[in-house]
C-alpha cells in the first residue's frame, strides 16, 4: 500500500485528524500495511502489537469523534510509532538483542513509553538492535541484520538502527532511540531520517535495558522522525525530570526553538578531527550546509580541528565514571561469556553471538589505561566542554561529519572501527546534537550533526529546521531486493510477531 500519508509529518497527521479529515484507524492500517510491505527487506520490526494498536486506533478515534474541541485532546493522539527493542513495552520482548536473555518479555512500560501513550500515542511495535549495543551495525543472533532501506546490502547503522531503517522506509512517523555514543545520529544520518540527542538529562532513560545509572547524562533517549518539527513535538512530550533518573532532576528544560533568530547564530563547519578519514561527499555536505545557513543571515565561523582529536580516548575514559560490567559479563546476562571460545565456535556456526560482540569482549580488558592516564583523558575531556561552551556561547553551532561517510556494506565497517567516533566525544560533554538530511550521494543520504552547549537543544533544532527549509530534508525510502541470490540475514526469530489479517 502507497500513501500520501506515509510522507506526512506528524504535526500534518495530527491537524487532519483534528479536522475530521482523516481516522486514527486509517493512519494506523496504512502505517501497518506499510511495515508488512518493507519489513522482509529491511527485518527492522522485531515484535508487534498490531491487534492492541488497532483497538486504540478504534478508542482514539471515538475520542476525536466526542471532541468538542480537538485541538483540547492529548498532543499526539492517533499517532502510531515504533520504539528500540532496548525500552520496555510491557507484552513485548526486551532481549537486548542478547541470546541470554531470549525469554525476557517487558512487564511494564519505560517512563517514555507511559509518556507517549498518556499522549494518546499508538505503539506498534519494536525494533532490532545489535548485540547488546555495542556495535554500529544492527545485528544480533536473535533477529538477524537489519539492512538500510536506500540500500539493502548496506548497513542501516546501530544501535538505533531498526528504528532508523523503518522510519526511512514510512513505516512508522516517529519512533524512539537511545544513544551512548552515536545510536540515534549515525542510524539517522545513513537512512536518511532526522534525529536529536539531548542535553545530558533531557529525556529520562527510566527502564532502557542496558541501563547504568553511573553513566548519567551520556545516555540519551530521544526521538528518530521525518522532520525537526516532530522532534520537537515528540520532545515536549517525553523531555522532563522523573524521579527514577536523577540527571533529568537537574538538567536544564526544553527551550522553544521559535526562540530562534538565525541572524544571531554562528556556525562552525568542522568537516572532521583532522585524523579521521571523511568521505568527500560528508565534507561537501558540511560545506553546503554552511552555505545555506548564511544565506539565511548566519554568520559562519572557524574551528581548529585538533581540539577534537582526542575524543575516542575522552569518550572511553569518561564512560569508565560510571562503573559498567565487563562487555562478557553483559553479554551473557549477567553471567560471564568464554569471548575466544565463542569466537572459535563461529568458524562452525556454533556461537550465538556476533563477531563484534565477542570480539570487544575479548579485546576490552587490553584496552584499559592506567589509573593516571584515565584521570589525564577525563580532565582532557572537562576542558575541552568548557572551551567549546566558552566559544559558543548562547547562539553557536558546530556542523560535524555524524560519521565519517555513506551508509558502509554490510560487514565493511568492522575495518574501520573508528569511524563512529564523529559522535561518541558529544556523549560525555553532554552536548545536545540534531541530524538533518541534507541531500544525497549516488542514491544514499548525506547528512550533518548539529551540535550545541550543554541546555541548547532549541538551538541545534531552529538550526536543522533552517536546513530542512533550504536543503529539502526527509525523503521516503523504497526498499527493493537486489535480486539474484540475496536473502535477509535473519536470526533464530524467537519471538513470533503477529500476521497483519
Not at 21 to 35: D, G, K, W
Not at 62 to 91: S, W
Not at 221 to 238: A, C, K, S, Y
Not at 285 to 290: D, H, K, L, S, T
Request: glycine share 14%; charged share 20%; net charge positive.
Amino acid at each position: 500500500m502507497d500513501t500520501p500519508l506515509l510522507d506526512r509529518s506528524v504535526g500534518a497527521l495530527l491537524a487532519a485528524m483534528r479536522a475530521g479529515t482523516l481516522s486514527p484507524v486509517a493512519l494506523l492500517e496504512a502505517h501497518l500495511a506499510r511495515i508488512t510491505k518493507v519489513n522482509p527487506l529491511l527485518n527492522a520490526v522485531v515484535a508487534d502489537r498490531f491487534t492492541a494498536a488497532r483497538d486504540e486506533a478504534e478508542a482514539a478515534a471515538a475520542r476525536y469523534r466526542a471532541a468538542a474541541d480537538p485541538a483540547a485532546l492529548p498532543p499526539l493522539l492517533g499517532v502510531p510509532c515504533t520504539i528500540k527493542e532496548f525500552l520496555p513495552v510491557a507484552g513485548l520482548p526486551l532481549t537486548a538483542g542478547i541470546a541470554a536473555r531470549r525469554d525476557r518479555v517487558a512487564t511494564e512500560d519505560a517512563v517514555v513509553v507511559q509518556r507517549l501513550r498518556a499522549a494518546g500515542a499508538i505503539v506498534m511495535g519494536v525494533t532490532n538492535v545489535p548485540e547488546g549495543g555495542l556495535w554500529m551495525e544492527t545485528a544480533n543472533a536473535l533477529y538477524g541484520v537489519t539492512n538500510n532501506p536506500w540500500d539493502v546490502t548496506r548497513t542501516s547503522g546501530g544501535s538505533s538502527g531498526g528504528e532508523a531503517a523503518i522510519v526511512a522506509a514510512g513505516g512508522a512517523p516517529f519512533g524512539i532511540g537511545s544513544d551512548v555514543g552515536g545510536s540515534i545520529r549515525i542510524p539517522a544520518a545513513l537512512c536518511g531520517v532526522v534525529g536529536h540527542k539531548g542535553t545530558g538529562g533531557l529525556v529520562p532513560n527510566t527502564g532502557h535495558w542496558p541501563g547504568n545509572p553511573g553513566i548519567g547524562g551520556f545516555l540519551c533517549t530521544g526521538p528518530i522522525g521525518r522532520t525537526v518539527d516532530d522532534l520537537v513535538r515528540v520532545l515536549r512530550v517525553i523531555a522532563g525530570p522523573d524521579e527514577g533518573d536523577p540527571c533529568t532532576l537537574q538538567a536544564p528544560p526544553l527551550q522553544d526553538p521559535d526562540s530562534v533568530d538565525l541572524r544571531t547564530v554562528t556556525v562552525f563547519p568542522v568537516p572532521g578531527d583532522g585524523r579521521l578519514r571523511v568521505a568527500n561527499p560528508v565534507r561537501k555536505g558540511i560545506a553546503r550546509a554552511a552555505q545555506a545557513l548564511e544565506a539565511q543571515g548566519a554568520r559562519v565561523g572557524t574551528l581548529d580541528p585538533r581540539r577534537l582529536r582526542k575524543g575516542f580516548r575522552i569518550w572511553s575514559s569518561m564512560l569508565t565514571l560510571g562503573g559498567s560490567d565487563p562487555y562478557k559479563v553483559l553479554l551473557g546476562d549477567g553471567q560471564p561469556i568464554r569471548p575466544l571460545l565463542e569466537l572459535l565456535k563461529m568458524g562452525v556456526g556454533r556461537s550465538q553471538h556476533t563477531f563484534m560482540g565477542a570480539g570487544t569482549a575479548l579485546l576490552e580488558p587490553l584496552s584499559t589505561l592506567s589509573q593516571a592516564r584515565l584521570e589525564r583523558f577525563i580532565d582532557l575531556g572537562r576542558r575541552l566542554r568548557d572551551e567549546l561552551e566558552a566559544l559558543l556561547g548562547d547562539r553557536g553551532v558546530l556542523l560535524y561529519p555524524p560519521y565519517t561517510g555513506l551508509a558502509p556494506r554490510h560487514h565493511w565497517a568492522k575495518l574501520r572501527p573508528f569511524d563512529p567516533m564523529c559522535t561518541g566525544l558529544f556523549n560525555v560533554l553532554e552536548f545536545p546534537g540534531t541530524v538533518v538530511p541534507v541531500g544525497a550521494h549516488a542514491g544514499l543520504p548525506v547528512a550533518v550533526q548539529i551540535l550545541g552547549g550543554r541546555g541548547h537543544d532549541h538551538l541545534t533544532l531552529a538550526v536543522g529546521r533552517a536546513l530542512e527549509r533550504a536543503l529539502g530534508g526527509w525523503r521516503r525510502a523504497n526498499p527493493k531486493s537486489p535480486g539474484g541470490r540475496w536473502r535477509p540475514e535473519l536470526g533464530l526469530r524467537l519471538h513470533r510477531t503477529e500476521a497483519l489479517g
